[in-house]
Nanobody, 120 residues
Framework: VQLVESGGGLVHPGGSLTLSCAAS????????MGWYRQAPGKERELVAG????????YYADSVKGRFTISRDNAKKAVTLQMNSLEAEDTAVYYC??????????????WGQGTQVTVSS
């Protein structure tokens, strides 16, 4: 399993970023995918999850209405669109592969992460 994130960077509060994850080494269309984040001094948390077909989605309360997760099974890619970014969104963001086709079953693999910093 290989998950490679891209798209992180420095953005002002209120700004937007799009994170992308390129997946390989497994049958992408069969598995749920997700995005985690870990801020300094805090535990890693699940930010968003998406089922294998793209229809079932999960969002943490802290990002609902601001973040959107999507996937392209043909391209083996998952994207996290982040709008109205806040300083509290500053963290390393990790792409993750689900244990099964449903994000409810948890996640088993993570990429190396991409840094997102929200600061004025």
């Amino acid at each position: 399993v290989q998950l490679v994130e891209s798209g992180g960077g420095l953005v002002h509060p209120g700004g937007s970023l799009t994170l992308s994850c390129a997946a390989s080494g497994f049958i992408f269309r069969d598995y749920a995918m997700g995005w985690y984040r870990q801020a300094p001094g805090k535990e890693r948390e699940l930010v968003a999850g998406i089922g294998y077909s793209g229809h079932r989605k999960y969002y943490a309360d802290s990002v609902k209405g601001r973040f959107t997760i999507s996937r392209d099974n043909a391209k083996k890619a998952v994207t996290l669109q982040m709008n109205s970014l806040e300083a509290e969104d500053t963290a390393v963001y990790y792409c993750s592969k689900g244990r099964t086709s449903d994000w409810l079953r948890g996640f088993v693999s993570w990429g190396q992460g991409t840094q997102v910093t929200v600061s004025s």
